[in-house]
């Protein structure tokens, strides 16, 4: 049985891995490698860090991080969610990306945005179902590990709320 919860310390080790898991799959992002705890911990807003667990393995995570530091967008996040390829096709992904709206929401937000590789279907799919759209492409925005040029789409979701 899955369960949605609050992103802990204890949590770090089982987050960096799944983060490095995605790096490797090099679908998710132009990272090489994983950041520390600490790195990881000091760019992601506390109150919009979740984690999807069956019992105690880690099947995913989401975390919003600010878009900017100036106060006119104090209510603009942007989130990342990864799934354990294992989990894939549970409905990780969505119970998490459901669970930071919620949060973001209650908080205030209004705007939540993704950046996505346009390869990445499966995700792109999710987003959208999920009231995001696609508001525009970084072609060739940056260099992969391979030398290879990647766009980036992308997208938001303007709360119906806030």
Known sequence: MMAVTSMLPVHSDSVLDIYQLGIDAGQATFA?????WAEFDSGHLPAHRFVALDGDQVLGWIACSPTSK???YAGVVEESVYVHP???GRGVGRALL????AS???AGVWTLRAGIFPEN???LGLHEKLG???VGVLERVGQFRDGRWRDV???ERRSTVV
Do not use: K, M, Q, W
């Open 104 to 106: 973001t929401e209650a």
């Open 121 to 123: 279907a499966a995700s």
């Open 132 to 134: 995001f759209r696609v």
């Open 86 to 88: 294992d989990a894939s």
């Open 153 to 155: 789409v992308l997208l």
């Open 98 to 101: 459901n669970a930071v709206i």
């Open 32 to 36: 090489t490698e994983a950041p520390s």
């Open 70 to 72: 100036r106060a006119v």
